[in-house]
């Protein structure tokens, strides 16, 4: 069995779950990424198999503003604090992906500086440059972020920056990649720099953050082997909460249809949204749970969701805060107040695991109303493999899933019962 297929993610944002400082000077430098050790035996015990960690290169602020690629980032310590972190995950069978931002860098990074100060230059290749700009050549910046300058993805040198980088870590133990802003980037790029990389390391896996457009197409032109399903995340909390069942299974439809050629990564929660919990409620969120272990693919449950986090994301400077928070030194410390949550993700995870076939099944309606769904998936190579997710949102939400023979496998607690 392949881990790339069956891999299921517990996704963690570094900066935020050490407590580090964001858009304050640090007083205090050190190895804050050994924090996450004590937290590895609590992602085998939530059934999880991989650690798909957010940015941990050295950067201004908020870890997507990269100034060395081959820098861990001082606030979560250096090259032995992630060696550690990665011979501890070795140990426990556990795989990782860190977050490459090769889309941009941070208006600091050395090669602005060298770009603009020597437009005809090396570094003046590798950065997206306005050299009609008036007052002189001026860096292009990432979706009107004014501190996040682009790349230039159309000249070589770039794909050469980005292969060593990768290449780099790849070699130091880490199992693979998540492409930032990989939709925002030419796909010829990535379909150049892949196979290089895949050279060295045959084994490695690449997500690319991909939000709207024909994800079937980005992968076949860009050569990832996988994009993030933001509209089935979508359908999945906004079919809960507006009780539109129908938005939900016409969204499986199509998760249906691209699993014919990829296996998308999904979620219902990760750094960049307000958490389900907040959206849709304790039960609703394990509802949409329920959904995501259920349906092919390749899952991540974003650290804080198996306890049942609250936090909502803002459009404002530090509106991502209150979804990327400090957590404790160990799971021990957690309120109790999240156990059932936790033992719901415990119980499905477990259930997924047990079902492998499901990672590219097949989804069928078998009933549909506004509140009330029920549906059945289907191995690709064995049809008599299929398991059937009851959803009532009469009430307060509940789903349950049933074996071929009709036994409840697992039920979802629901308040008044």
């Not at 090259?79 to 941070?106: K, N, P, Q, T, Y």
């Not at 994301?313 to 107040?337: C, T």
Request: glycine fraction near 10%; aromatic fraction near 8%.
């Amino acid at each position: 069995m392949d881990w790339q297929r069956h891999v299921v993610w517990w996704h963690v944002y570094p900066l935020g779950f050490t407590g580090a400082p964001i858009r304050e000077p640090d007083p205090s430098p050190g190895p804050r990424l050994r924090a996450l050790v004590p937290w590895l035996d609590h992602l085998i015990e939530l059934g999880a198999s991989g650690l798909l960690l957010g940015p941990v290169f050295a950067s201004e602020t908020h870890g997507y503003d990269t100034v060395d690629f081959s820098r861990i980032d001082p606030r979560l310590g250096d090259d032995a604090d992630l060696d550690l972190l990665l011979e501890e995950c070795r140990r426990r069978g556990i795989r990782v992906l860190l977050d490459g931002v090769f889309s941009h860098v941070g208006r600091a990074h050395p090669l602005h500086a060298q770009a603009l100060a020597d437009p005809d230059g090396d570094a003046a290749r590798v950065l997206d440059l306005d050299r009609d700009a008036p007052g002189g050549p001026r860096a292009r910046v990432f979706e009107g972020h004014d501190a996040l300058v682009r790349l230039d993805h159309s000249d070589p040198a770039t794909a050469d920056l980005v292969v060593d980088v990768m290449g780099h870590w790849l070699r130091r133990g880490v199992d693979g990649w998540r492409l930032d802003a990989a939709y925002s980037v030419d796909p010829a790029f990535w379909a150049a720099v892949l196979p290089r990389v895949r050279a060295e390391h045959p084994g490695a896996w690449f997500l690319g953050e991909v939000i709207h457009g024909d994800y079937a197409a980005f992968v076949a032109a860009s050569g990832v082997d996988s994009v993030t399903q933001y509209e089935l995340w979508k359908a999945i909390w906004s079919s809960i909460l507006d009780r539109n069942l129908h938005e939900l299974d016409h969204a499986l439809g199509r998760h249906t249809d691209f699993l014919r050629s990829f296996v998308p990564q999904t979620f219902v929660g990760n750094h960049d949204v307000t958490r389900i919990a907040t959206t849709l409620g304790a039960e609703g969120a394990v509802v949409a749970l329920a959904v995501l272990m259920t349906v092919g693919g390749i899952p991540s449950v974003y650290a804080g969701d198996e306890h049942g986090f609250t936090g909502t994301k803002e459009e404002r400077l530090g509106g991502d805060d209150a979804v990327r928070p400090a957590f404790p030194a160990s799971p021990a410390d957690l309120s109790p107040l999240g156990e059932p949550v936790f033992r719901a993700h415990q119980a499905l995870v477990s259930l997924r695991r047990r079902h492998p076939w499901l990672v590219d099944a097949t989804t069928r309606s078998l009933r549909l109303e506004n509140t009330r769904y029920a549906y059945r998936v289907t191995s690709r190579t064995s049809p008599d493999d299929h398991l059937d997710v009851e959803i009532d949102l009469e009430g307060s939400p509940a789903a349950a899933v049933r074996d071929p023979g009709g036994t409840v496998l697992w039920r979802s607690e629901r308040s008044g019962r």
